[in-house]
């Protein structure tokens, strides 16, 4: 098939002719993909939108130097939006891969982007990405933050992220009589999340 036939196929209503789309997509070594994604990003067709999104995600880190300057540098917020989704989907589909730090640099400056659309997907992107500086960053922002929406969905992440401190930073915020009771009860649930989490691993063998 060839590359505009994949690139229409991304539209398909059926979600497994667009996945395999865009995994022949992602294989491809043509080099007029990433720009040609990178287009769709603001695209009012949701489906395609989307599916260029996760196709980005499926490419890998070579998107992510892209991604990062849309992120920060358009002035469309569906745009911002989608690339820190992208962003995320890179985590979701290369977790053995490192994320650069370059991506995690532009995820922390879109923390403090004033749409939440951009600020909350880059805490769920984030989230995905789940490495001990990932955390430090989530961590920083809680921190410094004077936005509530902000601290409840970084406070929910640390339900989820796999990093030891989360139990500790999380009774920390419960225990703290100045944090915010939105803030707080979203604590205690991410608390109980993770607890069940941990109860459920696997015991390691000595």
């Known amino acids: 098939m060839s590359i505009d036939a994949l690139f229409e196929q991304l539209k398909h209503p059926n979600p497994?002719?667009?996945d395999r789309a865009m995994w022949e997509l992602a294989e491809s070594e043509d080099a007029t993909i990433i720009p040609r994604l990178m287009a769709v990003l603001d695209e009012e067709n949701t489906t395609y939108r989307r599916a260029a999104v996760k196709t980005l995600g499926a490419v890998g880190p070579a998107t992510i130097p892209p991604l990062v300057d849309a992120m920060l540098n358009s002035d469309n917020?569906?745009?911002?939006g989608s690339a820190?989704?992208?962003l995320a989907q890179v985590a979701i589909c290369h977790p053995d891969v490192p994320f650069s730090e370059a991506g995690m640099q532009g995820l922390t400056q879109a923390l403090?982007?004033?749409n939440p659309v951009v600020n909350i997907a880059a805490v769920m992107a984030l989230g995905e990405i789940s490495t001990p500086e990932a955390f430090d960053i989530l961590l920083e922002a809680l921190k410094t933050t004077d936005n509530i929406a902000l601290a409840v969905t970084i406070t929910n992440t640390f339900g989820s992220i796999q990093d030891s401190r989360g139990a500790e930073v999380l009774q920390t915020i419960i225990d703290d009589e100045a944090t915010e009771d939105y803030?707080?009860?979203?604590a205690v649930s991410a608390l109980s999340r993770l607890e069940l989490v941990m109860k459920n691993q696997p015991r390691q063998q000595p």
């Open 77 to 80: 917020v569906t745009v911002r």
């Open 183 to 186: 803030v707080r009860e979203s």
């Open 112 to 114: 403090n982007d004033a």
């Open 84 to 86: 820190v989704k992208a």
């Open 16 to 18: 497994h002719l667009r």
